[in-house]
C-alpha cells in the first residue's frame, strides 16, 4: 500500500503524537505551557533586523492545550488523549474528538509535533 493510501486508510485518532524533539517549551504556575519558538531563516533574520521582529516567539496555549501537551510522549493515541482529557474537563472538553482533531491539525501544521509509525 502507499503511504498516502495508507494515511487515508488510517484512522486519525489512533495516530500517536509526539513533541518535535528539540521544541523548548514551559509551565507557569497556573499550570500554561508556553513554546519558545526560534524564527529562523533569512526572511525572520531580515525581518528581525528591519521591523525588530522577535528572534523567539513565545506561544501561550490554552488551559486544555497546556494539559494534553505533556502527554505528547509518543506512547498515547489521540483516543488515549482524549480518555484523559475527558475524565479531567468532563462536559467542558465536548465536542471532545472534534477539539482534538483540529488541536493536532493545528500542531502538526506549525511542525510542533510529529507522528510516531506504529
Request: proline share 3%.
Amino acid at each position: 500500500m502507499k503511504k498516502k493510501e495508507k494515511a487515508l486508510s488510517e484512522n486519525y485518532l489512533e495516530r500517536i503524537p509526539k513533541r518535535l524533539e528539540g521544541l523548548k517549551w514551559s509551565t507557569d504556575e497556573q499550570c500554561i505551557v508556553t513554546l519558545e519558538i526560534e524564527n529562523k531563516g533569512i526572511v525572520n533574520r531580515m525581518a528581525q533586523k528591519l521591523l525588530k521582529k522577535p528572534r523567539i516567539s513565545y506561544i501561550h496555549l490554552d488551559a486544555m492545550g497546556s494539559f494534553i501537551w505533556p502527554m505528547l510522549d509518543g506512547e498515547k493515541s489521540i483516543l488515549d488523549i482524549g480518555s484523559i482529557v475527558e475524565a479531567h474537563f468532563g462536559d467542558e472538553a465536548k465536542p471532545l474528538y472534534e477539539r482534538l482533531a483540529k488541536y493536532f491539525q493545528i500542531l502538526d501544521s506549525y511542525h510542533f509535533i510529529e507522528w510516531v509509525e506504529k
